[in-house]
């Protein structure tokens, strides 16, 4: 059974109309929710994960203005609280998360420990 559960991660305005986007544009993604999860790696322990997939009957389920977003059990307990943001500046563009759970990260801002 799916929990909804509205507080795991939320996501900006930006990074919500980045990701509508990129569904739009693939038809292959058609129906698919944005899946957010926590691997590890990276060089401080974890690392961040995105991609395009169906709902799993233990995954938590958050819909932020008509996206649905996924995550497993055990990486919604690292991203309990995190936002998710779009962001584009002169050094490039891309998802930032900021995760209140991280205790360290490194200067590539895709990997943390917990």
């Known amino acids: 059974m799916m929990t909804a559960t509205p507080t795991i991660v939320t996501l900006t305005d930006n990074a919500v109309k980045k990701v509508k986007g990129y569904l739009a544009a693939d038809e292959s993604l058609k129906g698919k929710a944005l899946r ?21 009957p233990d995954d938590h389920v958050v819909n932020l203005d008509g996206l649905d977003v996924v995550v497993d059990p055990a990486s919604a307990e690292l991203l309990k609280g995190s936002t998710v943001d ?15 759970n991280a205790k360290g990260g490194c200067g590539c801002g895709h990997s943390f420990n917990a």
């Open 36 to 56: 957010m999860f926590v691997h590890e790696g990276g060089c401080s322990g974890h690392e961040y994960g995105f991609g395009f997939d169906d709902a799993k």
């Open 86 to 100: 779009y962001v584009e500046s002169v050094e490039g563009e891309g998802f930032a998360v900021t995760n209140p």
